[in-house]
């Protein structure tokens, strides 16, 4: 049967519109610009068709649109399958469909696409801003759902807003009890986690360069709340990748450390030896799109998916595609590998490319053979590093051998500079040594117990294997500028032109100003907050009930639902207590409506729209015994109600209608 | 394709009966809890599948925040499900009052729609089976009155069948719907249907050829027009000068007094019988004669005017059916 309702409103039209146009503004970066071109187009000729300046798009020009959006998107992307494509799909599809939204019935389908489409927005940020964007997104589309529902004739107007912020409110503590009981599954299908192009973070090959850049980003990295005290600043090595291999300029890693072979098996002691207590964290990482952690060495981590690689360091099996978090181990004291390497690796970690910075490995021999042990070779190069180096964020560029120009001409350089040639250095001098690059120190925030750790406290140093002792830890960094591990290296390189270059209105550059420094620690705390109860509540869940619950079973749940559907329904309850009371008849109607009650049920009912008065006469009529008890109510009642000194009291109307006895011989017996 | 359809016309009488038994007819319908039914819409499986899919999304990529915004819908499901219910929730229903029509035309039946208090309740849909749906929104407290249209397939008293009182607003989510039955004291005519069987003139001979200009043929002035007389003696040309509506007034020959007549039919069943009486009535009231009806077991004497033709009418559309109660019983 067609519905007289079925075309769409104004109303309606406007809201699914503006729905619309808050979905592809969460996603604008990452939509290709001819989408959003397309939108654009599709919602201004929709507005101008419903204004009658353009006809509908007839068929074959809309067949152009749908061939035009599919090889668009198969150019654009590829492969297609992940979720980049299929929302640009979802938005494509929505703006296409637009054009041919007549029925309340499209208007709704495209409502639920604006509900998923910006729901998808959540995977690939997850941040508190951007989360508020996707509520109000949720609002303007529940407002677009509500106007579709609303009578045609009514004109543009704000009212749905108010019945969907209302709805939405309420749900709101059901909401949260379904978040905190419902069970998680855990992933189901492997769909490509987005890639983003454009991220910052220490990637998996080092060249001279590379760190400097990250000075100029203070994107957040990653975040650990520490359980007992957090060690002292010089401790703070976060170690993200460890570089054995290179080729003269490049420090890469190992093909024998491969991220799909995890070296040490939990357990397995015989390489690591760890010493002392371990300290504890939650570390709460920012999406790297790539498969290695942050963790100071020695870690261990009991989270499933993490593998623990021979390196001392940590890996996730799944690229860590949005913020996550993992609950880690650490023991500050340690030996590595102490007795003797593997064969393969160290022959990697010892190997020099042939003919590469010559004058290095000449002076390297030189200092090996006047020197009795590693350590003395050690403290003469630092001291060299100390006494006629200098630390900068804009190093002069170096050309083919990069190490010896550095080391005896140029001396200006940046972590991985010092990082790289320490490495090279001690390599030709005969010891096995590496780069391990990762994060150094970060900011600790004064009340509460956690380190944010942001891109320009990225950092390199470098590893130094000597017999008996096991891997050595060496930043020659503190060497030349102790101060830039001793206080961060944002108090360090405030002033110069390359630190924060890409953030120009970054809050960092006026923490001087108090407020600033209040404003950049709460919300370092409400991020972390964030990040740890909504973000990883999973990990939270059973703690948390049984916290809450005591025990979780399913009458204690039931209850728990209870109490949000008492919470739900709480201001139209007290609304309706109230009302009842307001609502109450008038007690004269109400004792007539009794009597007329007991009239009908011996068989003679008041009709439609008969006056009381009438109704007594018919009553006489038919009932002469009942004569005059009915009138004698009918006067009472018209008196009382409409006479303002009325003869009668209203209790004399209640005894009237108590003893009439309708079935019977007119006056009840007793 | 047969049997399922079959299974279907069984399930929808079952429905029916079921409906019959569990609707007592009252004169007034308040709608709560017991009356009012509530479940999803079509919209509202979409809705659910959304939440499913949404919870497909969040547990495959492991995002908190996607479950929020799904049981964050899953939680406006719920909730509307009050929302859409207070739609209907506490209204009182009656019947006003309801045209007596010809079989195959629609009733007008007027509705008396009552809320306690003043609040804004949209998109109500009020429709009998087989009717057009008529879609009010109410925001005044007290009492509205509509008028909704009801098809009509049988003579008799009308009965237009359940009332579907229903609404899907704000959200449309949910569908609430409640039935209702009422009893009418209108009736339905037989619809007519012309012949050329002459009517029995008054002296009881079949003399008398009917013709249809007989009887108003001699104009004898004009008189003010009363509802119910026909159209087609209204004075359109005085109407038009905006001098009121007069009827034009001739004087009756004394042979045009006639009976409709049972008898006349013979060789047919009741209803056709019926059906031609009913044209015969309505030709003989347009001519403005004066005529009377003869049934097996009831005589109309011969009469004019609109009061005459109604119980006239009535007649025919009650024959034969129980708890026919004389004309002018109850004004409905």
Redesign the interface.
């Known amino acids: 049967m067609k519905r007289p309702d079925w075309q769409l409103s104004r109303n309606g039209l406007f809201w699914v519109l503006l729905a619309f146009i808050a979905v592809v503004a969460l996603h604008l970066d990452h939509l290709p610009v001819w989408i959003v071109v397309l939108t654009g187009v599709s919602v201004l000729w929709r507005i101008l068709e419903y204004r009658g300046v353009v006809p509908f798009p007839p068929w074959p020009l809309k067949a152009i649109f749908v061939a035009s959006c599919a090889i668009g998107l198969a150019i654009s992307y590829r492969p297609l399958l992940g979720l980049e494509p299929m929302v640009a799909m979802l938005i494509a599809g929505f703006g296409l469909k637009l054009l041919e939204m007549h029925h309340k019935r499209d208007a709704v389908v495209l409502v639920y696409v604006a509900y998923f489409t910006a729901a998808i927005n959540c995977v690939f940020t997850q941040d508190i801003p951007y989360f508020a964007l996707v509520l109000l997104t949720y609002v303007i589309t529940t407002t677009a759902l509500v106007s579709i529902n609303q009578p045609k004739d009514r004109g543009f107007s704000a009212g749905p807003s108010l019945i969907a912020v209302r709805i939405l409110a309420t749900s709101l503590p059901l909401m949260l009890v379904l978040f905190l009981v419902m069970p998680r599954l855990g992933t189901l299908l492997s769909i490509p986690v987005p890639k983003n192009q454009a991220r910052t973070g220490v990637g998996d090959t080092m060249s001279p360069g590379d760190f400097s850049r990250l000075v100029g980003s203070d994107d957040l990295a990653f975040r650990a709340r520490f359980d007992g005290e957090i060690p002292d600043r010089n401790r703070l090595y976060w170690r993200g990748l460890v570089f054995s291999g290179f080729d003269g300029r490049e420090w890469s890693q190992a093909e024998f450390y491969g991220q799909d072979r995890p070296i040490l098996q939990r357990g397995d002691n015989a390489s690591i030896i760890r010493l002392g207590e371990p300290i504890k964290y939650t570390l709460t990482m920012e999406p790297t799109y790539q498969r290695w952690l942050y963790a100071l060495s020695t870690p261990a981590s009991f989270e499933s998916g993490i593998r623990l690689m021979r390196e001392s360091r940590l890996a996730s099996t799944a690229r860590i595609g949005q913020r996550r978090n993992f609950d880690i181990q650490s023991w500050l004291d340690y030996r590595l590998e102490p007795e003797g390497l593997h064969p393969y690796p160290e022959q990697l970690e010892r190997a020099l490319p042939s003919g590469s910075n010559p004058e290095t490995v000449r002076v390297a021999r030189e200092w090996a053979r006047e020197t009795q042990n590693a350590q003395a070779l050690i403290q003469r190069l630092l001291q060299l590093f100390n006494r006629s180096f200098v630390y900068t964020l804009e190093p002069p560029l170096l050309g083919t051998h990069a190490v010896d120009e550095f080391l005896w001409e140029s001396r200006r350089g940046f972590c991985e500079h010092f990082a790289g040639s320490f490495a090279f250095f001690m390599r030709a001098a005969g010891y096995p040594a590496r780069v391990v690059v990762g994060y150094q120190g970060g900011e600790i925030h004064p009340t509460e117990n956690f380190v944010t750790v942001r891109q320009y406290d990225a950092h390199a140093w470098a590893e130094v294997w000597i017999k008996g002792q096991g891997w050595l830890r060496v930043d020659p960094t503190a060497a030349v500028a102790p101060e830039r591990i001793e206080m961060s290296l944002a108090d360090m390189f405030r002033d110069e032109d390359n630190f924060l270059a890409d953030s120009p209105l970054s809050l960092i550059r006026f923490r001087d100003f108090g407020f600033v420094n209040w404003i950049i620690l709460h919300r370092d705390f409400l991020d972390y907050t964030w990040a740890t109860w909504v973000l990883g509540y999973d990990k939270r869940q059973a703690d948390f009930l049984k916290q809450l619950l005591g025990r979780v079973d399913a009458f204690r749940l039931g209850l728990l639902f209870l109490a949000a559907a008492g919470l739900s329904m709480l201001p139209s309850l007290t609304i309706w207590l109230i009302n009842r009371r307001r609502d109450r008849p008038d007690p004269r109607d109400e004792l007539i409506h009794r009597f007329c009650a007991r009239m009908a049920r011996a068989g003679l009912p008041r009709k439609t729209g008969e006056g009381i008065l009438d109704y007594a006469r018919r009553i006489a009529a038919e009932r002469p015994q009942l004569e005059p008890e009915a009138m004698a109510i009918a006067n009472a009642y018209v008196s009382l109600r409409y006479d303002d000194n009325a003869p009668v009291q209203i209790d004399e109307l209640r005894r009237l209608v108590r003893q009439i006895d309708p079935a019977g011989a007119g006056v009840k017996v007793r | 394709m047969r049997p399922l359809s079959r299974i279907r016309q069984a399930l929808k009488s079952y429905f029916q009966r079921w409906i019959d038994r569990r609707i007592q007819t009252v004169?007034e319908y308040h709608l709560d809890r017991r009356r009012l039914y509530i479940l999803p819409s079509k919209?509202g499986l979409?809705?659910l599948a959304?939440v499913f899919?949404?919870w497909?999304?969040g547990?495959?990529?492991?995002?908190?925040?996607?479950?929020?915004?799904?049981?964050?819908?899953?939680?406006?499901f719920?909730?509307?499900i009050?929302?859409t219910h207070g739609t209907l929730s506490g209204l009182r229903v009656?019947t006003v009052r309801a045209e007596s029509v010809f079989e195959g035309d629609a009733a007008t039946i007027e509705l008396c729609i009552s809320q306690?208090?003043a609040r804004r309740r949209?998109?109500i849909s009020l429709c009998f089976a087989g009717g057009?749906?008529l879609?009010i929104?109410l925001t005044n407290a007290g009492d509205t009155f509509v008028t909704v249209l009801a098809p009509t397939t049988h003579r008799g008293f009308l009965d237009p069948g359940l009332l579907t009182v229903e609404s899907?607003?704000?959200?449309?989510l949910l569908r609430v719907w409640s039935y209702l039955r009422f009893r009418f004291n209108a009736v339905v005519y037989p619809a007519p249907v012309p012949d050329t069987i002459p009517t029995t003139s008054h002296g009881g001979s079949s003399e008398g050829h009917y013709s249809g200009t007989t009887g108003a043929e001699d104009y004898a002035g004009l008189k003010t027009y009363e509802v119910g007389e026909s159209l087609r003696h209204v004075a359109w040309k005085q109407y038009a000068r905006e001098q009121g509506l007069w009827s034009k007034q001739y004087s009756d020959p004394v042979d045009s007094r006639v009976w409709v007549d049972w008898n006349n039919y013979a060789g047919m069943d009741t209803e056709q019988r019926l059906a031609r009486m009913t044209w015969q009535v309505c030709a003989c009231d347009a001519d403005g004669r004066v005529y009377g009806l003869r049934l097996p077991g009831s005589d109309h004497a011969p009469d004019k005017g609109g009061a005459h033709r109604q119980a006239v009418l009535r007649c025919l559309a009650l024959y034969g059916i129980d708890g026919a109660k004389g004309a002018g019983d109850?004004a409905t």
């Open positions: 004169r919209a979409g809705f959304l899919a949404l497909l999304l547990t495959n990529f492991e995002n908190n925040l996607v479950f929020i915004l799904c049981f964050l819908l899953l939680g406006l719920i909730v509307s009050l929302f009656k306690p208090k949209e998109q057009e749906p879609m929104t899907v607003s704000p959200v449309g109850e």
